[in-house]
């Protein structure tokens, strides 16, 4: 399933519906359904606040074998690597913290894979969550 | 759908989904919190970093008057991410 959104918060609604609709129909239990929307929901507003480029990002689902593989399509997009971001640290106390930077920390760990490519101005991130052992 | 409103003995009570559409209503619920409050997540299915966010902010702005949040009654799931992101380093959570 591929579903276009428009780069704004307004287009979450709608997303959580595709989800909840693919999660249905695939039958994900309840921790792999919060993985998905979490780590979705933190990579598109990503997109929303620092993409620039096109209004429309596509997100496409798909089970492949034993795996649920998401990928985001963001047309003229700047550079951004989500995967070569620093590392969070957890441990920090409350008073070192600062706003930002834990989204795609949650984003790392509740999914198996990240892989992110820029190739003909179009940002491309590819999210891979095992289903089976999770 | 999410929701924020004040239980009968002062806390803070959170149901639905706190997505990142949700979270300026949080803020404006939050700002005038000037003493130590348990927000009650019995009715949250979820949140994001956005909602994260918010309660960091609260938590910094209430400690520097020796006051804090206690978050209570976290599902399975905000509980994981909670602990991944280290807020149980800085929240009291029961």
């Known amino acids: ?134 | 759908m999410f929701d924020i409103r004040k239980g009968a003995n002062g806390e803070i009570l959170l149901s639905g989904r706190l997505d990142a559409s949700h979270v300026e209503r949080v803020r404006d619920e939050l700002k005038s919190l000037d003493t130590s409050c348990r927000v009650d997540f019995t009715s949250l299915d979820y949140i994001s970093s956005a909602g994260m966010g918010v309660l960091l902010g609260t938590q910094k702005r209430l400690a520097d008057r020796g006051h804090s949040l206690t978050l209570v009654n976290l599902n399975r799931h905000i509980r994981e991410i909670f602990r991944i992101a280290g807020f149980d380093n800085v929240f009291s959570i029961e």
């Open chain 1, 1 to 134: 399933m591929v579903r276009s959104f428009k780069r704004d918060l307004s287009s979450l609604e709608p997303l959580f519906e595709f989800t909840g609709d693919f999660a249905a129909t695939q039958r994900f239990d309840d921790a792999i359904t919060f993985a998905m929307n979490l780590a979705i929901e933190e990579l598109f507003t990503n997109m929303v606040k620092y993409g620039g480029g096109d209004d429309i990002v596509s997100i496409g689902l798909e089970v492949r074998g034993d795996d649920l593989v998401i990928e985001f399509v963001h047309p003229g997009a700047g550079e951004f690597d989500p995967t070569a971001t620093a590392p969070f640290d957890a441990a920090r106390p409350l008073e070192a913290r600062e706003p930002g930077g834990v989204g795609l920390h949650l984003v790392r760990s509740v999914m198996d894979e990240v892989a992110y490519e820029h190739t003909n101005g179009d940002a491309r991130v590819t999210l891979v969550k095992h289903l089976r052992g999770a």
